[in-house]
């Protein structure tokens, strides 16, 4: 059973940044690839961004346009989502994910494991 905290949500204004953490416990954290999802109020959870074990791959979501960068430090068991030149659009509860799953990271059934969520609210 893996267990996933995330923290580093908070209230910002557009243009700014962000870096979420997503602390894991309870397995081998380096089998896992990790993702990001979102999801706004009234709307799905949708695919943000992903990594594979290693860290040596990594896949976003187009509206992603370059200003997020998803890493992870498995010593220290956490993935993390550096969230940049924020818009109002992306205001929404952000959820760490671990698969044991080698592909289709893009989809949320193949995730085994989330984590609880943490607010991001970027006002304009």
């Known amino acids: 059973q893996v267990h996933l905290v995330e923290s580093g949500g908070g209230l910002v204004q557009a243009g700014e940044s962000l870096r979420l953490s997503c602390a894991a416990s309870g397995g081998i954290f380096a089998s896992y690839a990790m993702g990001w999802f979102r999801q706004a109020p009234g709307k799905e959870r949708e695919f943000v961004a992903a990594i594979s074990w290693g860290g040596t791959d990594t896949h976003y979501a187009d509206f992603v346009k370059g200003r997020f960068t998803i890493s992870r430090d498995n010593s220290e068991n956490t993935v993390y989502l550096q969230m940049n030149t924020l818009e109002p659009e992306d205001t929404a509860a952000y959820y760490c994910?671990?698969?044991?799953?080698?592909?289709?990271?893009?989809?949320?059934?193949?995730?085994?494991?989330w984590g609880q969520g943490t607010q991001v609210t970027v006002s304009s």
């Open positions: 994910a671990a698969t044991s799953r080698a592909t289709m990271w893009r989809q949320k059934r193949v995730y085994e494991y």
